[in-house]
C-alpha cells in the first residue's frame, strides 16, 4: 500500500542504508528526482536500480510503498515493466498472481490500453506456470482482442504477447503455432541479447517443432535465422545438421544421423512420421532436380532416386498431393507421376549450385534456338 509522502524521504533513507553500498547512490538519485518531481528521470532511475541483481531485497516495498504514490505520472509500459520485475519476488504464486492482477487493472485506462496488453500478457504468462491453461488462454484472448485494434505498439509488448503465446502452444503440444508464434517472438527482439544458453534452448524446442509438426514441410525460415546457429559446436548440433538434411531431402543423411533421435522423446515418438516426411522431401528435391519439361516419372525411377522403397511411392506421391507439396496426376496403370508444380523451399548452397546449371542450360538451349531460327530464316529476319 502507497505511503504518506510526508514519510516518504525517511522511508528512502532506510532503504538506502539497508542496501549494498554499490547501489545507494541510486536511491539518492531517487530521492533528489521525486523531490524535485522529475517523473521520467525518477523512472528511468528506478528500472537502472531493478536491472541490478542487489536491488531484489527492496523491490517490493519500493514498488507497494514508493513507485504507487506517483504511478500515475510515469509511463504506464515502464510501470509494468517494473511491477513484472517485482512481481518476480513473490516466491508464492498465487501471491504474484494477486499482484500482477492488481497492476492490469490499475493500467486498465483508454489511455494506456498497451500497458493493460502487456500486463494481461505478464499474467497469462504467471498461469502457464501454475498449470492454468485455461486461463492463460483468456488472457491472451483479450490482449490479442485489444492489440488488433492498435495502428503500432512497442515492440516489447509484441514480443511478450507472442512469447507468452507460444509457451502456451507449446503446452498443449500444438507444435505449428508453437513454431510460428516462437518465430514471431524472434522477430521482434535482438537475439543477440539473449544468454546462449537461452537462445540454443529457443533453437533446440523450434527444431523438434518443425520436425514433428504435421503441417510444417517447409523449414525456410528456420534455416536462415541465426538463431539455429546456436546450436553449432554444442551437443546439439545433430539436431542443425538434421533439419538441413530434411530441407534437402537427403535420406542417406537422414540414416546417419537418425541414431540419435532416441535422445528425444518426442522425436522418438514421432521416428516412423519422420522417416515418412523425409520420403516426402526426397521426393520433392527429385522433382524440383528435373526441368519443367521433364517432370513425368516413373515409380521406378522416383523409387532409385529417392532411395524410397518402391511399394511406397504411390503412396508417397499421394500424400505430396493432398498437402499441397505437388501438384499434377498420377497414372497407376502405367505406374506414372505427372507433377507441374513443386512448392518452393530454401536452397542450400548445392541447390543453388544445380539451379545455376539448369540456368546455363536454359541459357544454351536459347541460344541454340535463335541460332536455327536465323539460320533457317536468314534474309526473312531483318537485323
Known amino acids: 500500500m502507497a505511503m504518506s509522502l510526508d514519510t516518504i524521504p525517511e522511508f528512502l533513507a532506510e532503504q538506502r542504508d539497508e ?21 521520467h528521470q525518477l523512472s528511468n532511475c528506478l528500472a537502472e536500480l531493478f ?3 542487489l536491488s531484489s531485497p527492496a523491490r517490493i516495498p519500493l514498488f507497494n510503498k514508493f513507485i504507487l504514490t506517483f504511478a500515475d505520472k510515469i509511463n504506464q509500459l515502464r510501470l509494468v515493466a517494473l511491477g513484472l520485475t517485482t512481481g518476480s519476488e513473490y516466491k508464492d504464486e498465487q501471491e504474484r498472481l494477486t499482484f500482477l492482477t492488481a497492476l492490469a487493472k490499475r ?8 500497458a493493460f496488453v502487456f500486463a494481461t500478457v505478464i499474467l497469462s504468462m504467471v498461469k502457464l506456470q501454475i498449470n492454468d491453461l485455461e486461463g492463460a488462454r483468456k488472457e491472451l484472448d483479450t490482449a490479442e482482442r485489444i492489440l488488433d485494434t492498435f495502428d503500432s505498439v512497442e515492440a516489447e509488448v509484441h514480443a511478450s504477447f507472442y512469447h507468452s503465446s507460444a509457451d502456451y502452444y507449446y503446452a498443449k503440444q500444438d507444435f505449428a503455432s508453437y513454431y510460428r508464434n516462437s518465430l514471431l517472438y524472434l522477430a521482434c527482439i535482438d537475439i543477440a541479447r539473449l544468454p ?12 523438434i517443432a518443425a520436425l514433428v509438426s504435421d503441417s510444417i514441410y ?13 546450436l553449432v559446436d ?22 546417419v544421423l537418425a541414431g540419435n533421435i532416441s535422445k528425444n522423446a518426442l522425436l522418438n515418438e514421432h521416428s516412423v512420421f519422420l522417416y515418412q516426411k523425409i520420403s516426402l522431401s526426397a521426393l520433392t ?14 515409380f521406378a525411377t522416383i523409387s532409385q532416386e529417392t532411395k524410397v522403397q518402391p511399394d511406397e511411392i504411390e503412396h508417397l506421391i499421394m500424400k505430396a498431393l493432398s498437402l499441397g507439396l505437388l501438384r499434377g496426376s498420377i497414372d497407376q496403370v502405367a505406374e506414372i507421376a505427372r507433377i507441374n508444380w513443386v512448392q518452393p523451399k530454401v536452397l542450400d548452397m548445392k541447390q543453388i549450385d544445380n539451379m545455376r ?8 538451349s536459347v541460344n541454340q534456338l535463335g541460332n536455327w531460327i536465323e539460320g533457317v530464316g536468314q534474309d526473312v529476319w531483318a537485323a
Do not use: C
Not at 19 to 36: G, K, T, V, Y
Not at 107 to 114: F, G, H, L, N, T
Not at 357 to 364: G, K, M, P
Open 196 to 207: 546462449p544458453k537461452v537462445q540454443q534452448q529457443q533453437a533446440y524446442d523450434l527444431s
Open 285 to 298: 528435391e527429385t522433382v524440383f532436380k528435373r526441368p519443367p519439361h521433364d517432370r513425368a516419372m516413373t
Open 51 to 53: 536491472k541490478n541483481p
Open 357 to 364: 546449371s539448369r540456368l546455363q542450360e536454359w541459357d544454351s
Open 218 to 230: 517447409n523449414f525456410g525460415e528456420l534455416l536462415l535465422h541465426p538463431i539455429l546457429d546456436s
Open 234 to 255: 554444442t551437443p546439439h548440433a545433430w539436431l542443425r545438421d538434421l533439419l538441413f538434411a530434411f530441407n534437402r531431402g537427403d535420406l542417406a543423411a537422414y540414416d
Open 19 to 39: 542496501a549494498p553500498s554499490e547501489i545507494q547512490h541510486l536511491f539518492i538519485q531517487m530521492e533528489d528526482f521525486w523531490e524535485r518531481k522529475l517523473w
Open 107 to 114: 493500467v486498465d485506462k483508454p489511455a494506456s490500453q498497451d
